[in-house]
């Protein structure tokens, strides 16, 4: 996210008046909006040139699936915050987002105050999801973590140092807390959490929250 400024946000939906609406509120909340796209292809070469800091992102694309978009942008750049906005509350619709790099998934039933809260959570890093679809990711990475990790050199295991505060950090993580919780609970600010976890992510060679959760669920952190 951008250190000054407003935050920087891209609208991607195939429904015109819903795209210039969404944009207008949020424009009218203090973001800034750099673009708007409708449909796969053109949101991701929007993107990478407006480089904004949260995508608001529809699933259901015309050219692309929005998931493709998720996947190709994050990739692109790992600090890129991705909010699903759909209208599919469907189980499959909402892991394949996650799996693909989106930090939330809200249903456009939400509110509009719901959605300018989730935009500010998303562009910190805190994970959004719409009431009752949170168990629903937590409840998947604890089925991945059954599933034996891929390792590039079993002969070489990678064993990284985290310190004390860091271990602490990611055990909350793994427990769903967002940023400002952990900061709360562990009496330190907002800025020293999001610290903490870029140095654990860059330490353990992950790229983004959820991938951060996995492995510390793999780990059995999220029970102690």
Known sequence: MSDEGPIKVMVVDDHPMWRDAVARDLAESGFDVVATAGDGDQAVRRAKAADPDVLVLDLNLPVKPGVQVCK???????????????????HADVLEAVKSGATGYLLKSASTEELLDAVRRTAVGDPVFTPGLAGLVLGEYRRLATDPAPTTDPDQPRVPQLT??????????AKGLSYKQIAERLVISHRTVQNHVQNTLGKLQLHNRVELVRYAIERGLDDE
């Not at 942008?73 to 906005?85: M, Q």
């Not at 004390?164 to 993580?173: P, S």
């Open 72 to 90: 190709e942008l994050v990739g692109h750049n790992p600090a890129l915050r991705v909010l699903v906005l759909s209208a599919s509350g469907e």
């Open 164 to 173: 004390e505060r860091e271990t602490e950090v990611l055990r909350l993580v």
